[in-house]
């Protein structure tokens, strides 16, 4: 039985959904399943929230311990790993998760797995991870025996169904002593600016409205941001579109972009390159708008239309409207 441990994740005091997603993945491949918190005294979250859902919350104070000190969290990582050792760490691919899990991996000489999507455990003690390589052209499999390292794995946000059953009984919370040095703070956190926005979260939308190239610039994206508050989503976009200044490059959703799992993702204009794809390989339909029929995303999408966005979007708009009333 092996010992999995997940980083929380959380802001303005409640966690995040990456956080119940990682206790979901290490509920199928754990029988205990114990959840790391650091925080500073301004930003702990409530613990009650979370603590029927895993057996063990290991909590860490430090006044360095703000969202964003990536060196902080990973010195304090370190200390927890160092007392606790678990075999197995599963932290989130958020920006957080990306900054700490390479670091925190380099520090325990662990086995470290970027990206993954989904994890098993065989009955030999193999630990084998899936992750989309080659620009999600490839899924690869890795593996590694258990050796008595703490060994990290961050997974895709979305990956795993963060509806998870409450467990009998409410987990037993340790405090860990931490100890945090000026000097371990390299890279310092000076302001966060919270981008303004309203609406559902792209990584959290269960409806994502893409746009792409074949939009031919940033105003049909209104028509875009209509479809999507009429569907209760949230809007993306491709690299392209991105690039081309349209949208701002945080709705970038891809391989180098964010990675979302929706139920509904609809795609205007978007040609369905392997790049674009893995951001939204999850996803659970695909409805594709596009002229051209030989494009790469009628390969992908559940239903495909094809015709020019300029006829489409305008009736969608309308049917939605009339669906609505
Ligand atoms: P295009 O490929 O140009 O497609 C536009 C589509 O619009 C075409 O299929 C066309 O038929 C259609 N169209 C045109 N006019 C209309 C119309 N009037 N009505 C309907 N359809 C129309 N891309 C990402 O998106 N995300 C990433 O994270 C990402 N990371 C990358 C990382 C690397 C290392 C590399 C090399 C590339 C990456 N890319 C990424 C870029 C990717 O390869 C593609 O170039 C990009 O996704 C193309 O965007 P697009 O589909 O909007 O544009």
Known sequence: MKN????????????????????????????????????NASNMPNIEEISRFVDYIYIAEHEFLNEWDADA?????????SQTRPDLLLIGKTNLGRDVGPRLAYKLKGR????????????????????????GNIIAELEFEFNGC???????????????????TAA???NVEINLDDDDIKVRHIEFIEESSTGV?????????????GLGGSQPFELLENIAELLGGAVGASRAACDAGWIDHNKQIGLTG????????????????????????NAKNIVAINQDKDAN?????????????????????????????
């Open 73 to 81: 969290w990973t010195s304090g990582l370190y200390d927890i790993c």
């Open 4 to 39: 999995v441990f997940v980083l929380a994740e959380h802001k303005s005091k409640s966690f995040e959904n990456i956080t119940y997603e990682l206790i979901s993945a290490g509920r199928s491949i754990g029988e205990y399943v114990s959840l790391v918190v650091l925080g």
């Open 150 to 168: 703490t060994n990290i794995v961050v997974m895709r946000t979305g990956s795993y169904d963060k509806g998870i059953a409450e467990l009998d």
């Open 172 to 174: 037993k919370v340790e």
């Open 201 to 213: 979260k792209l990584e959290d939308a269960s409806v994502v409205v893409v746009g792409g190239r």
């Open 297 to 325: 995303i009628f390969k992908e999408a559940s239903i495909g239309v094809v015709g020019d966005w300029k006829t489409i979007l305008p009736s969608l708009i309308e049917a939605l409207k009339n669906r609505n009333t």
């Open 112 to 135: 470290f797995i970027q990206d993954c999507f989904g994890m098993q455990i065989d009955d030999n003690n193999v630990f084998t991870a899936q992750r989309p390589v080659y620009g």
């Open 258 to 281: 964010k990675t979302v799992s929706p139920n509904l993702y609809i795609t205007v204009g978007v040609s369905g390159a392997s790049q674009h794809m893995a951001g939204c390989s």
